[in-house]
């Protein structure tokens, strides 16, 4: 069971903020617990204390669950793998902010220096329709992976690395193309976009193949396969611009506008190869 999407007020990044007379944080956390995707959830109350200004949120919540588990309770189940803003798996919302209040930032990359001692933080899964609880914090996110297999690839044989590199690329392309391909496929987007929509996440995975010369064999088939694979999980995009500002890898908009146009050009292209102009 997917509960709505959160309520709670957005607030603003504080300023850092004098610790406790230890030099370490005192946090109360309100965590949402949930036993399974059929179970309603519920939020619980933890104290966190001695926390070091320095440790990383995951790192806050590992000393957490350290503490639960010697006192034989369940520990809170959350997703990390990289710890350092690359592989995406350690989207949380926290306090209604996906990724937390420091913008460009991901989870795992979030520090508690950013918040306040004796602060309560609230923390909760994704809530999108598409991505289902799995237990507390971890959510499936296997619709942005069914995009990717529907067309965010290259099957044309580019050669070695040496032969890449005598393709000639304009330094604009491969620039725009490396901003694109920098989406970590954390599903920020979709978390916080009031439709839950992918747009940004796709067009990202789109464009960051469409822009290179090594992606126009599939140009036409893969926009329209991805987009068309996006709309059978996800939201529509009412241009709300909550991805962006979301993005913990600040991915611009402007991937959406133009996986638009390509998608309005692919579906005239394929039709006009089938003879039905
Ligand atoms: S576009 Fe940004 S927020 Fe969305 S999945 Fe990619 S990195 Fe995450
Ligand atoms: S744990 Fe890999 S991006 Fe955060």
Redesign the pocket.
Known sequence: MNPPKTSAAAPEAPERHPTGAAGTLNLRLRVWRQDGPGDAGRFETYEATGISPDASFLEMLDVLNERLTLEGREPIAFE???????????GLMINGRAHGPQKGT????LHMRQFSDGDLITIEPWRAGAFEVIRDLAVDRTPLDRIIAAGGYISVNTGAAPDANLVPVPKEASDTAFDAAAC?G?GACVAACPNSAAQLFTAAKVQHLNLLPQGQPERWGRTEAMVETMEQFFGSCTNHGECSEACPKEISIDFIAWTNRDYVRAKLKNRKLAGQR
Do not use: L, P, Y
């Open positions: 990390s793998d990289c710890r350092e803003g690359i592989c995406g798996t350690c991901a989870t795992c990359q970590i954390c």
